[in-house]
């Protein structure tokens, strides 16, 4: 089975890229900046040229692919408006499969899309969600809650560089996954003909609360952390009065993803079906957050204590 995967340079995607690698898939990463990709063809990738805003250049890399894995999204620093990746463009990398007549088409979601229609991007993931299926496509939705690595950003390297983290007055928990552990079940559901035209959603093996999360942190570092607190109201407030500045935007993505976790209150650990249809031995074959930082910590982050906060954001590509 070939595989074409989007989105391979990113956070997941790469995760995705070498585990297929290291089980023999021949793959092939549809990209838009070679320079940027080149990590991939020195893994073994074969690299093509496609950009999903330009909906002509998808049909060509599917040439002899047998399977589609799209792990893309669109990134705040992109120079044109959401719906051109992660709607048209993922509209056009649809239909692209399906006159390929791939085996299986995976798709990369998030939890609870439809729960929250007015924020952009999560409206968009379930309406593509509902368009991959009626495509008459074998598809494989996977719904992730989140990933260890968007901690690191937001707890590790703040209590390291003893900068400010926000928090909310709101004690929610926040289950997470490692994306070397959610591109394993991207690649065994290739495998699994159960996985055939089925939503599933994956949650990490615990669940934690964010004075926990910067606990771990200050107990790696030995400092402690700058924390802040602002009610959720204020937050809702600064939401409307700065909707139209460029900087709003922070807060308004932070608004939302507490209004996501809020939706998400009860914690399910990996269920038994999940169990035996992905033939995961329980939580204990996820990585633990815990295990995660400390191998951060000590891998990286010592070596990088003399540097500061802008060379350790050069090392993001480093990141476990």
């Not at 805003?53 to 998808?58: A, N, R, Y």
């Not at 599917?62 to 044109?80: C, E, L, M, N």
């Amino acid at each position: 089975m070939s595989l074409l995967i989007v989105g391979g340079t990113g956070t997941l995607g790469r995760q995705i890229v070498l585990r297929a690698l290291t089980k023999g898939y021949p793959v092939r990463c549809l990209v838009r900046n070679f320079r940027k990709a080149t990590f991939l063809k020195e893994w073994g990738a074969e690299l093509i040229y496609g950009d999903l805003s330009i909906p002509e250049t998808i049909p060509p890399c599917f040439q002899g692919i047998t399977a589609v894995i799209d792990a893309s999204t669109s990134r705040p620093s992109d120079s044109y408006p959401l719906e051109i990746v992660d709607w048209y463009g993922k509209i056009a990398l649809i239909e692209a499969a399906k006159i390929a007549k791939v085996q299986r088409f995976i798709f990369c979601s998030i939890q609870n899309p439809e729960r929250f229609p007015t924020i952009p991007l999560m409206r968009i993931k379930h309406a593509i969600e509902i368009h991959l299926q009626h495509k008459a496509i074998p598809y494989t939705v996977f719904r992730f809650t989140g990933f260890y690595q968007a901690l690191i950003e937001q707890y590790a390297i703040p209590t390291l560089e003893n900068l400010p983290i926000w928090l909310t007055n709101e004690k929610l928990g926040v289950s997470c996954i490692d994306t070397q552990d959610a591109a394993k079940f991207c690649l065994r559901a290739l495998q699994l003909p159960d996985t055939k035209n089925k939503t599933f959603c994956i949650q990490g093996p615990g669940c934690f609360f964010a004075f926990e999360i910067i606990a771990l942190c200050e107990s790696f570092t030995g400092q402690l952390a700058k924390v802040y607190t602002i009610p959720v109201f204020l937050l809702e407030l600064l939401t409307e009065c700065l909707g139209f500045f460029e900087w709003g935007q922070n807060i308004s993505d932070r608004l939302a993803f507490i209004k996501l976790v809020s939706a998400n209150k009860e914690y399910n650990p990996l269920r038994h079906d999940l169990n035996k249809i992905f033939k995961i031995q329980g939580c204990w074959e996820l990585s633990l957050l815990d295990n995660y930082l400390a191998l951060y910590y000590v891998r990286l982050v010592k070596r990088l204590t003399g540097l500061n906060f802008e060379d350790l954001q050069k090392q993001k590509n480093l990141i476990i």
